[in-house]
């Protein structure tokens, strides 16, 4: 326990520690009270000048979830707000303390991007995130016939990174947006043979521009001219940028017109900075930015997101935002050029250009493999689903796998659909995947950031790509008929999703649950919180018929 009468070190609760110097394994903030891994919430301090004097401050954030009607781009749509927003307000934290107040239905479940969660099923109980960098995401997902999205970001503050910057113009989330509701759009994925659902629209911070003349009569309201985000510049000084792909399908690339950007981390993980014009973000995945304003101090540009069409399905494909300097006009639209970059490739930048800012190898030889192959195809009624090792999945409210195995059950051979690969006792294990399909898709893990060992088009030739400095992330896209190859550590017993991140690939049950060090998920206490919950759980579907549209994710 951290003796809450000492000041914070250096005034941050992180103290002198730098990202290059940094374990994320080992090392943890000064929140002023005992980081808990399972029995408790860690608490959550904001690195604003008012509170760096002092360790233990607690922020409890109240997440109220109401449905409402919105217009981002100016066609009325059904969504989940929270606290009355879209997207909802970020937040700055170091650790987590969450709450959700439910008004909508007790069929929801909230998904963290980018922590380290200490058990899945139900609603997630959080600790520190393992990597060092600075945002995340939450969406909110819900198992009804309306499905909604909703999402925001967090900003998670870890060790300094020493890179200088004036200015955190903090999140950015690039979305592509659907007027077809939810479960229209499941339908006509996993239904009989047909096109892929195309998105109406993208959105950067939750605007964008619409052509009203495309809505069909009887359609939904349309209000033209709805706007479209505006972010300030100084000139002469260095910005962050928090880039997040809070979408639903749509590869991005996002590009500042006449500006480079310097990255600088990934999925939570700080890497080695390195120059480009364009950043590429599957669904989920993180990336920070420092872009050097060089430009007079009256000039406008544009900042711009666009769907690469080749890899992913939109009718309107680019979204752009205005970004004006300290004497520019802004009752004008900027005139500048788009930027011309490389959209060939339906995958993230080169493993060889990333290389974390803090490295420490993964073993060359895990201590177990497993291969998965990604297949798509139709059941036995004609609807179409996604299956991994010709098993497709599918979950059960009533018995999460979790709480199965933290009683000691952890066998389920009359429940394939389960998906669940139990890797024992082994300390590491290899993925090799497969994609036997056109499509890319972004795979994500959860309970822990992996080595990104290769990643290509065809067939795996066994070589790793950069070792010792193998890439870590959360998040990796494995491009169409491609291969990925990743390796996690088992030093966080529990049973941990790994799925695409596409909505309606996980909806159409391309998702696995991977199981770790059983004996020690038996040791955990579950808390007294998801206890409640699922007993809430039990009641509410032992008097209501609950409708599961797909997968149940």
């Not at 941050?12 to 980081?35: C, H, I, M, Q, V």
Request: charged letters at 15%; glycine letters at 6%.
């Amino acid at each position: 326990m951290t003796d809450i009468s000492q000041p914070l070190q250096n005034g941050f609760p992180w103290g002198s520690r730098t990202a290059a110097r940094t374990n994320p394994y080992e090392d943890s903030p000064n929140t002023g009270t005992k980081l808990c891994v399972l029995a408790c919430f860690s608490v959550d301090v904001a690195n604003n000048a008012a509170d760096t004097n002092a360790a233990g401050v607690f922020r409890n954030y109240d997440f109220t979830l109401k449905r409402g009607f919105i217009a981002p781009d100016g066609v009325n749509k059904s969504v989940i707000l929270i606290n009355g927003q879209f997207p909802g307000v970020s937040r700055e934290m170091v650790s987590i303390l969450q709450r959700l107040l439910t008004a909508v239905q007790p069929t929801l479940e909230a998904n963290w991007v980018g922590k380290t969660e200490t058990t899945i099923d139900s609603w997630r109980l959080l600790t520190l995130t393992r990597e060092t960098c600075s945002r995340s995401l939450y969406t909110i997902r819900s198992q009804d016939l309306k499905k909604v999205p909703h999402f925001t970001a967090m900003i998670i503050h870890g060790p300094h990174e020493d890179l200088f910057y004036d200015k955190d113009l903090g999140p950015i989330l690039l979305s592509d947006w659907y007027h077809t509701e939810y479960f229209k759009l499941v339908e006509q994925v996993v239904g009989p043979p047909g096109p892929p659902p195309f998105s109406d629209n993208n959105l950067i911070n939750g605007k964008m521009d619409y052509d009203c003349s495309l809505i069909p009569n009887g359609g939904p309201a349309c209000t033209p001219n709805a706007g479209i985000s505006k972010f300030s510049f100084t000139s002469g000084k260095t910005h962050r940028l928090r880039l997040i792909n809070s979408g639903s399908e749509a590869l991005q690339r996002f590009s500042i017109d006449g500006h480079e950007m310097l990255v600088i981390a990934n999925d939570f993980v700080p890497v080695v900075p390195y120059k480009t014009n364009v950043v590429t973000l599957g669904i989920g995945q993180r990336t920070d930015v420092l872009v050097k304003a060089t430009m007079p101090a009256n000039s406008a540009v544009f900042m711009r997101s666009n769907i690469t069409q080749h890899c992913s399905t939109a009718n309107q494909p680019n979204a752009v935002a205005a970004i004006y300097y300290e004497k520019a006009d802004q009752t004008k639209t900027p005139k500048s050029t788009a930027t011309v970059f490389d959209d060939s490739k339906c995958g993230n930048d080169d493993l060889k250009k990333t290389r974390p800012l803090f490295p420490f190898p993964a073993l060359q030889n895990a201590a177990t493999t497993q291969n998965i192959d990604i297949t798509f195809g139709p059941n036995a009624t004609n609807h179409n689903l996604w299956y991994m090792n010709k098993q497709t999945f599918r979950a059960n409210y009533d018995h999460p796998v979790f709480l199965l195995a933290a009683a000691g059950n952890t066998s389920y051979p009359y429940d394939p659909q389960w998906n669940v690969y139990n890797f024992g006792s082994n300390a590491s294990v290899r993925l090799i995947v497969k994609n036997n399909f056109p499509a890319l898709h972004p795979m994500h893990l959860h309970g822990h950031n992996f080595f990104v060992l290769a990643e290509g088009t065809g067939t795996w030739d066994g070589r790793i790509t950069n070792y010792p400095f193998t890439n870590r992330r959360d998040v990796q896209m494995v491009q169409p008929n491609g291969y990925l190859v990743l390796q996690y550590d088992t030093d966080n017993p529990g049973v941990w999703p790994f799925h695409c991140h596409i909505a309606w690939h996980v909806s159409g049950g391309l998702y696995v649950n991977l199981m770790e060090q059983p004996e020690g998920i038996k040791k955990r206490n579950v808390p007294q919180i998801m206890a409640q919950t699922c007993r809430d759980w039990s009641e509410y579907s032992g008097h209501n018929v609950v409708e599961q549209i797909d997968s149940g994710l």
